[in-house]
């Protein structure tokens, strides 16, 4: 089975500050991965898919990027809003196999 | 605007069968290029996939789950729905319904989950 692990767990940053999520894979999933945004009391929300495409509404401060099997996620400029926690998702083995990342909470400093 | 909602007992005893339904609005599951999907999460965990349908019926599931597992579809009332067998304290989480979209990029499908319900929590005691 594909294992998923993010770096950092956890994040304080401030508003106005760049902020970037790293995702690694325990083998090649060429850019079958996606990105996602949960805030306390909601539902996942898709940010990013291919690695690197923005979801349709999705500001253009996220970004995504991949790197053999390190993905990345940044946001250019932390926004109010954007305080939550970050999951990566991997849709490799599709439709037999998705699996998610333990998640990177992003908090207040 | 498509919308999904999840309904069910909200507790189950243990060894018991939960059973799931999430309700299509907005939009048809009659699709033939999207699945409908469950997934799971337990306080402080990352999200568990559950497994995915086709409206034909097909199915996939999380190998973790095993043989307790079971989805199905009914078209005709745009509604999709989750079995899980012998429950136990394990299975209590919130659970959510989603639809796994495809998008062709640089020639290559890809899958994601980009429409969710607002999940319903499952406690599973006696």
């Known amino acids: 089975d594909i294992q998923l692990t993010q770096s950092p767990s956890f994040l304080s940053a401030s508003v106005g500050d760049r902020v970037t999520i790293t995702c690694r894979a325990s083998q090649a999933i060429n850019s079958y991965l996606a990105w996602y945004q949960q805030k306390p009391g909601e539902a996942p929300k898709l940010l990013i898919y291919?690695?690197?495409t923005l979801q349709s509404g999705v500001p253009s401060r996220f970004s995504g990027r991949v790197s053999a099997t390190e993905f990345s996620l940044t946001i250019s400029s932390l926004q109010p809003e954007d305080f939550a926690t970050y999951y990566c998702q991997q849709i490799n083995n599709y439709p037999r196999g998705f699996s998610f990342g333990p998640g990177t909470k992003v908090d207040v400093k | 605007q498509l919308q999904l909602r999840e309904s069910g007992p909200g507790l189950v005893k243990p060894s018991e069968t939960l059973s799931l339904t999430c309700s299509v609005s907005g939009g048809s599951i009659y699709s033939d290029s999207d699945y409908w999907g469950w997934i799971r999460q337990s306080p402080g965990q990352g999200p568990e996939w559950i497994g995915n349908?086709?409206?034909?019926?097909?199915?996939y599931y999380n190998a973790a789950l095993g043989s307790r597992v079971a989805m199905s579809v009914d078209t005709s009332r745009n509604q999709f729905s989750l079995r899980l067998t012998s429950v136990t304290a394990a299975d209590s989480a919130l659970y959510y319904c989603?639809?796994?979209?495809?998008?062709?990029?640089?020639?290559?499908?890809?899958?994601?989950?980009?429409?969710w319900g607002k999940g319903t929590t499952v406690t599973v005691s006696s």
């Open positions: 349908i086709f409206f034909s019926g097909k199915t």
């Open positions: 291919a690695a690197a």
């Open positions: 989603a639809r796994v979209r495809m998008a062709t990029v640089t020639r290559y499908n890809f899958y994601f989950m980009d429409v």
